[in-house]
Nanobody, 115 residues
Framework: QVQLVESGGGLVQAGGSLTLSCAAS????????MSWYRQAPGKQRELVAG???????NYADSVKGRFTISRDNAKTMVYLQMNSLKPEDTAVYYCAVSRVGRDYWGQGTQVTVSS
C-alpha cells in the first residue's frame, strides 16, 4: 500500500503562484509514474502533469509553460509548481502514483484562483 498526502493548496489571485506538495509513504519501492490530476466542479478529473521514474515529464496543454512537476530522487515527494494561475485552474488537485500495476490517490487539496 502507498499513502499519499497533499498540501499547499489555498486561495490565490489570478496571476499568482502556488506550490503543491505530495508526500508518499508505505510501500514506495517500485513506484513508477507520479502525477497530478485535478477535478473542477461539474467536470471530469483530468491529468495535469506527470513524471516517470526516469524523469520524463508531460503536461496538459492548458498548463504548459505555467506549471512544473518535479520529484525527489527517493520518490517520496512530488511537487507541482504553479505560476500565472488563472481562474480556470480552480479545482481540487490530486496526487497519484502508479506502482506494480496499481494506482494510488491522495485525498486532494483545493486550489481556488480568484479573478
Amino acid at each position: 500500500q502507498v499513502q499519499l498526502v497533499e498540501s499547499g493548496g489555498g486561495l490565490v489571485q489570478a496571476g499568482g503562484s502556488l506550490t503543491l506538495s505530495c508526500a508518499a509513504s508505505g510501500s514506495i519501492r517500485s513506484i513508477n509514474a507520479m502525477s497530478w490530476y485535478r477535478q473542477a466542479p461539474g467536470k471530469q478529473r483530468e491529468l495535469v502533469a506527470g513524471i516517470t521514474s526516469g524523469g520524463s515529464t508531460n503536461y496538459a496543454d492548458s498548463v504548459k509553460g505555467r506549471f512544473t512537476i518535479s520529484r525527489d530522487n527517493a520518490k517520496t515527494m512530488v511537487y507541482l509548481q504553479m505560476n500565472s494561475l488563472k481562474p480556470e485552474d480552480t479545482a481540487v488537485y490530486y496526487c497519484a502514483v502508479s506502482r506494480v500495476g496499481r494506482d494510488y490517490w491522495g485525498q486532494g487539496t483545493q486550489v481556488t484562483v480568484s479573478s
